[in-house]
């Protein structure tokens, strides 16, 4: 049975640390200059009437926001909402399992893999036999926790590899996705994703409502907690100065830290193609309308990597990339007038 909106804030009170809510007090009073009951008092209004969590009020920076600007924006509590208007529950599986999701897109996932559940020990082993360094995903987790790279020429078999892959847990081998020349020359580390979010509207079409060119950064071998930005939905530019992954950070970049890149009017490679690519994989299981997609971008072209039942609300409505200081609700109306967010 689906969780009810008021369940979901009975359940998110429920586990609330009161200390990290005084801690964003704390931050909060220290950058908008306000004092700590004021800032309190202001946060909890900003719960009851927008829906906001108090991490929202620190990211969004609602202390330097109207009360028209703060309506604006897709909170932690309205972001809920969305799913649970338009997103059938009883569908969310094959999203939230990446053995079932490479499944029923597997022709908009551009790489071989193998399911460690279905798969025989013989079809595994075939695999791994014919590969030379392998991506290896958890079956359920998320933001790259758990993903491992393999490299078979440092076991002694593919029987090894297999062994190991078993004592790891892993859901998923597959192919290691590769980036386009444009990608791994602004970081060369990790494949360099877009998130695109796309929502069927109310007229029964797919429309494509925001996408983030997302870069990895220190080394890590996947793009979370790197830099992201909004690109243009026509050309796949880079619009404003990146944001690092810790969306409660305020510190943006205009150059890749790492490689010194010009990251501001990058243009994202065949973003056209993606565009198109995402817009053909929402209508795949059109129960669940609003779906995140994370998508690479190859030499051979445009490969989705996973899509997300829940699109992280924050990192699409960041300071510095919302001109002036405008959410995206007013978009969302446009496409779903049915949407009841208030």
Known sequence: MAESSLGYKLRVLRKASFGKFFDVVKTASERSGKSKISCMTDMIGCMKKYGAGYYDYIIF??????PAQRDTYLTRFRSKKLIMQYNDESYAHIFDNKNEFNKVFKDYIGRKFVDMESNSDEEILEYISSTGRIFAKMKDLTCGHGAEIIDTSDFESSEAVLKYAREKNFGT?????????ALAEMYPCSVNTMRMITLIGDDGKPHLIYAVQKFGNNGRIVDNYGLHGPVDLETGEFLFPAHPGETTADELFTVHPYTGKQIVGFVTPM???????????AMVVPQMRYVGWDVAVTPNGPAIIEGNNYCAHDFWQLPGQTPGGIGIIPELMKIVPSFKYR
């Not at 920076?61 to 109207?66: K, R, V």
């Not at 081998?173 to 020349?181: A, F, G, K, S």
Request: aromatic letters at 12%.
């Open 271 to 281: 973003f056209k193609e993606a565009k198109e690519m995402v817009l053909k994989a």
């Open 173 to 181: 081998l597959e192919d290691i996705i590769e980036n386009h020349p």
């Open 61 to 66: 920076q609602f202390y330097n926001l109207t």
